[in-house]
């Protein structure tokens, strides 16, 4: 066998071994069905609420409401004149959309150097910690999902300063993250005889 195919058939064969599943979950409105598609994604959220106390259902609504559960979820691009790219909207990665600084922060005060945003374990991980720094900054309860997503998303001096308030549509996804943890909550007592 030439050089050239074993390289290639040795690519290909990684690929197929070491790949990741990046795509949503095909329904997200069902944490049962969730579960039984993608087990490794309740095994890490299981994980971060024994480690940091976040409620499974809080870190499924907020990782739903930030990136719908897409492993390599990205904001769009900005263009100029309709044409010219002007990069992302911002560094938001991933399962959990942290932004560079904040995913630094995280890294260097967990030790954990080697975390992916792309990588659900290290996503859940970031949630549980962000969200324990939400309650020891702003006082929020973890099972407060409407309060935690809040600080989530515009920061825990934004949350101080109620910046949130200025922003009729963040509110309402509030609401839904809200409505969305209860409901997985609800459904995950219902399913969760066997594995829970």
């Not at 070491?18 to 969730?34: I, Q, T, V, Y």
């Not at 720094?133 to 409407?146: F, P, V």
């Not at 963040?170 to 066997?194: E, F, K, P």
Request: glycine letters at 8%; proline letters at 4%; one cysteine or more.
């Amino acid at each position: 066998m030439s050089r050239i195919p074993l390289i290639i058939a040795v690519a290909v064969l990684l690929s197929a071994c070491g790949g990741r599943e990046f795509s949503a979950p095909r329904n997200l409105d069902d944490a049962c069905a969730m579960q039984s598609e993608r087990p490794k994604y309740f095994a890490a959220m299981r994980a971060s609420e024994r480690k940091w106390g976040i409620p499974l259902a809080v870190q499924a609504a907020i990782i739903h409401a930030e990136s719908r559960f897409i492993g390599d979820a990205q904001t769009p691009v900005r263009y100029a004149l309709g044409v010219i790219p002007l990069g992302r909207q911002s560094s938001a990665l991933g399962y959990s959309q942290a932004l560079d600084g904040t995913w630094d922060e995280y890294r260097r005060e967990t030790g954990n150097r080697r975390a992916d945003r792309t990588d659900i374990r290290d996503a859940t991980d970031f949630v549980g910690w962000y969200s324990n720094k939400t309650r020891e900054r702003n006082g929020i309860a973890l099972n407060d999902a409407r309060n935690q997503y809040l600080a989530y998303h515009d920061g825990h001096t934004g949350f101080a300063r109620g910046t949130y308030n200025s922003k009729p549509w963040l509110l309402q996804v509030a609401d839904r993250v809200a409505s969305r943890s209860v409901m997985y909550d609800q459904q995950l007592r219902n399913c969760r005889s066997g594995w829970w």
